[in-house]
């Protein structure tokens, strides 16, 4: 038996083709909406991959560092590193702002470590080009994505840094580039106030008569003058114990909120981009249903279009099974352009986003079978319109 | 239903009753007919007066209300259809031509009349072989490859009547059959019609108003007011 479908779509494969094209571009924002999703999940976990830490210790009750504001005292560190279990242990601080660079200016995060020890948690993993960060001041390690050149002078807050080495795929939960500066500069950047704010708290202070007792008003200038605190601090555990046991201690005596890195992940992911996802996902199924629509809707006309060919194929004792299948195959076929030519469109233009896109194979055999299915739940209305076709039709009078 | 034992048609008071109480209308009020093998019957009347309605009978795509119908030796209606798969019958006793070809546009010439032997369960090498057969015998077989709008009107009706033969049936039903073409060509598918009906013993039924056809007939059977009856026709030589 010949295919009816194979044969009308042969015959009419200009009108396929470009109908499907039109619907794989659909299918291809579909696919790259989901890519956006997986892209933001992943950029969590490079986050999490590339801070190099197995736990996290942020200030109590907080669900700090990157889903909320966290403070610890910059010598918190001296301490962690003492208990049983822990490796290494390293101050980061975590700032996202514009940062500049002439008249140019990047979202990023600003990322404070502790300077010229590679391999410390928090640090950027691997350098692409350039070195990491050696002196205690204005230099800075750039992520490519900020666009910043080896050599570039780029602006944070009132300071000017070298950007002395380039690192890749270190970006925040929300896909902005890092750039890794001197944690004490970071410090500063964080609570930096403006010349004249400085001298008026320095004068609101001198007035205060509590303060007037002989080197107390010294000691209380100098300690508006600096930044004690960092946003957490990173830890990284000895091989063969286990980050849970590890936390634990640090929990009940140090009264700190500790995450393994598993709890962090759960952060990130489950609440930090919990909303977008959930906005993503109202696209995804807004997307699906027009793209339905449409498959029913061009279906439906092509039926409408053979009315007297299905009723001619009916009079000639064409089985209904026969004519709803020929629809079918056609919708499925429609349907088959369409993912190819979205397929194709999404790994086209996915490079071109701002933000990272993750195209996994497992999402686009999901949107396959999606799409065979909408085909087939599309057709319907066709499959309907077509059987109800009396085959007197073909007759006349 | 084996389509050797299948010879002519007979048609016994049929009845077709559309509606029902003070709204019903009675399309056909006892229509008698029989057709035999290899003979072309005209069937005319003036709009309304029931000849669509018969060829739906005929061509078992509507249940008549009453009366008797035979194909061959079996009967196919008796007060109630007689046989279950109408769409079989339809597919392998009865072959249909139209007004206009209505032939199948995305499929080629070839495979528009070998179509009904591969829904009938024939192999697509048999099916073709039937339909060149066919097509041969009608002069079209320099257009097998072509598709239905590459084909000229009469071109395209001898493609419908080749698809109306292919499956051997024992009665086709052609429903003003030459209405679009002029009087050479109209004559030509009557013609043609004829030697069809010689050559595959077929019982032909030829719904017409065409003036120009209707004195080639042998036989003509006057349809008014649901009511038919019989004369003879003029005959004229289609030489």
């Known amino acids: ?98 940062v500049r660079r002439g008249e140019r ?25 350039g070195r990491h960060i050696t002196r205690s001041h204005y230099e800075a390690v750039a992520d490519l994505a900020s666009g910043f050149q080896l050599g570039d002078r780029i602006q944070i807050r009132r300071n000017h840094y070298t950007v002395v080495g380039l690192t890749r795929r270190m970006v925040s939960s929300g896909g902005d580039p890092m750039i890794f500066i001197p944690l004490r500069d970071a410090q500063a950047a964080q609570f930096l106030k403006d010349n004249d704010a400085i001298v008026r708290q320095r004068a609101r202070t001198a007035a205060n008569p509590a ?6 008003l010294d000691a209380v200038l100098a300690s508006q003058g600096s930044n004690p605190y960092v946003n957490a601090v990173l830890v990284q555990i000895e091989p063969g114990h286990d980050p849970e046991a590890v936390a634990e201690p640090l929990r009940r005596w140090k009264r700190l909120t500790v995450y393994t890195r598993q709890q962090m992940e759960e952060i990130l992911i489950g609440k930090l981009i919990a909303t977008s996802s959930k906005q993503i996902g109202m696209f995804l199924v807004i997307l699906a249903i027009v793209s339905a629509a449409i498959v029913a809707f061009i279906i439906y006309t092509l039926t409408l279009g053979k009315i007297r060919e299905i009723a001619v194929l009916k009079l000639i004792g064409t089985r209904n099974r026969t004519i709803a299948g020929m629809i079918l195959q056609q919708a499925i076929g429609l349907g ?55 085959p007197a039709e073909a007759i006349g009078g | 239903m084996a389509e050797r034992h299948i010879q002519g048609i007979r048609i016994e008071g049929l009845r077709k009753r559309y509606g029902e109480g003070d709204t019903a209308v009675d399309a056909l009020k006892g229509v008698d007919m029989q057709v035999a093998p290899g003979e072309v019957v005209g069937l005319i009347g003036p709009s309304g007066s029931g000849k669509s309605t018969l060829l ?27 046989i279950g798969d109408l769409r079989a019958l339809r597919r392998d006793n009865i072959g249909f031509v139209f007004q206009a070809p209505y032939l199948i546009p995305f499929l080629d010439v070839t495979d528009n009349v070998a179509l009904l032997p591969m829904l009938a369960g024939r192999s697509n090498s048999e099916s073709r072989r ?24 009469g071109e395209q ?32 598918v009557i013609r043609i019609l004829n030697q069809m009906a010689q050559q595959f013993s077929t ?37």
Request: net charge negative.
């Open chain 2, 130 to 153: 039937r339909a060149l057969e066919l097509l041969e015998a009608l002069d079209v077989a320099h257009r097998a490859r072509a598709m239905p709008s590459e084909l000229s009107g």
């Open chain 1, 211 to 216: 303060f007037g007792a002989p080197n107390v």
């Open chain 1, 1 to 98: 038996m010949i295919s009816l479908a194979g044969r009308d779509i042969l015959h009419a494969w200009g009108k396929f083709v470009f109908t499907g094209v039109g619907l794989g571009l659909l299918i291809g924002v579909t696919l790259t909406m989901a890519g956006v999703y997986r892209g933001m999940v992943d950029d969590a976990k490079v986050l999490l991959d590339n801070s190099g830490a197995d736990l996290w210790v942020v200030q109590q009750g907080t669900l700090g560092p990157y889903a909320e504001s966290s403070s610890l005292y910059d010598d918190t560190w001296r301490s962690i590193l003492g208990a049983a279990g822990v490796l290494r242990a390293a101050n980061v601080t975590y700032l996202t702002m514009q």
């Open chain 2, 56 to 82: 739906k009978c005929l061509g078992a795509v509507i249940e008549p209300s009453a009366g008797r119908m035979t194909l061959g030796q079996e009967v196919i209606y008796d007060d109630g259809w007689q």
């Open chain 1, 105 to 129: 200016d990047v979202r990023a995060m600003v990322v404070g470590i502790v300077a010229g020890e590679p391999g410390q948690p928090g640090q950027p993993g691997f350098l692409v080009a």
């Open chain 2, 203 to 239: 019982a032909i039924i030829v719904v017409t108003h065409d003036e120009k056809i209707i004195p080639t007939f042998r036989r003509i059977y006057h349809i008014r007011d649901g009511r038919t009856h019989e004369e003879a026709g003029e005959a004229k030589s289609l030489e």
């Open chain 2, 157 to 188: 009706q001898r493609v419908a009547i080749a698809r109306a033969l292919v499956n051997r049936p024992p009665v086709i039903l052609a429903d003003e059959p030459t209405a679009p073409l002029d009087s050479e060509r109209a004559l030509a």
């Open chain 1, 336 to 390: 088959l352009i369409g993912f190819v030519v979205g397929k194709i469109a999404a790994t086209f233009w996915a490079p071109f986003f701002p933000k990272y896109v993750l195209l996994e194979t497992g999402d686009a055999l999901r949107g396959f079978i999606a799409v065979v299915v909408i085909c087939i739940l599309a057709s319907v209305l066709a499959i309907r319109a077509a059987l109800k076709v009396d």
